[in-house]
């Protein structure tokens, strides 16, 4: 006969061996940095109005500024506006630079806030004359999102191939199930009902279950 609990405990141990399988999304990286390129664009547009133009800098900045960036106060906003566009364009360039550097090693849902202090470790790095760097922080975060997930489809499928390829364990004929003396588990007791040698009228388990 097929010996049911041990061949389930070596399937189990085989599934449980399978890593789980991950899926990295471009899109996520991708739209972030078009965030920060629409971000730049909008700051240019709004230094570069025209004296036709009945809205302020700051007006067109609030009108037009891309909701993961609301999060801004209006003295960061007004300070982003103030940034000479040569500065602007190499401090956002070392912002996108790093926030590419999180994506491209993998951002998983228990690594955002250690993704979020290393941005910030690196931009203190590389921007740490910038009188903006809170801003810029801010601004990096805001940004950061979860870009690595569990393909648990992929997964559960190579487990599930991991489960069949484990052989099944055998009780041959004349090999000792039970011997004198030896503790009775539900182990035995399994074996010895598949073997036909229990008497089905009596609830065996109950049985063990209470000489423990």
Excluded: C, F
């Amino acid at each position: 006969i097929v010996d049911r609990l041990s061949t389930e405990t070596l399937q189990k141990n085989a599934m449980d061996a399978v890593p789980t399988i991950w899926e990295v999304s471009t899109n996520v990286q991708n739209q972030a940095v078009a965030q920060l390129n629409l971000l730049s664009a909008i700051l240019i547009e709004a230094s570069n109005l025209p004296e036709t133009e009945k809205r302020t800098p700051y007006q067109y900045l609030e009108e037009n500024l891309p909701p993961v960036y609301q999060l801004l106060d209006q003295e960061q906003k007004e300070s982003l506006l103030l940034l000479p566009i040569e500065q602007l364009t190499v401090e956002l360039e070392i912002v996108s630079g790093v926030l590419i550097n999180i994506y491209e090693r993998g951002v998983k849902e228990a690594d955002l806030l250690q993704a979020k202090n290393q941005g910030m470790t690196m931009l203190s790095e590389q921007l740490a004359n910038s009188e903006r760097l809170g801003m810029w922080v801010n601004i990096l975060e805001a940004g950061l999102e979860v870009n690595v997930q569990p393909n648990l489809t992929a997964t559960e499928r190579e487990r599930e191939i991991a489960k069949g390829k484990v052989e099944s364990v055998v009780i041959l004929k004349g090999q000792s199930v039970l011997r004198t003396g030896q503790l009775v588990t539900e182990h035995h007791l399994t074996l010895l009902k598949d073997l036909g040698m229990l008497d089905s009228a009596l609830d065996w388990t109950t049985v063990v279950s209470s000489a423990g």
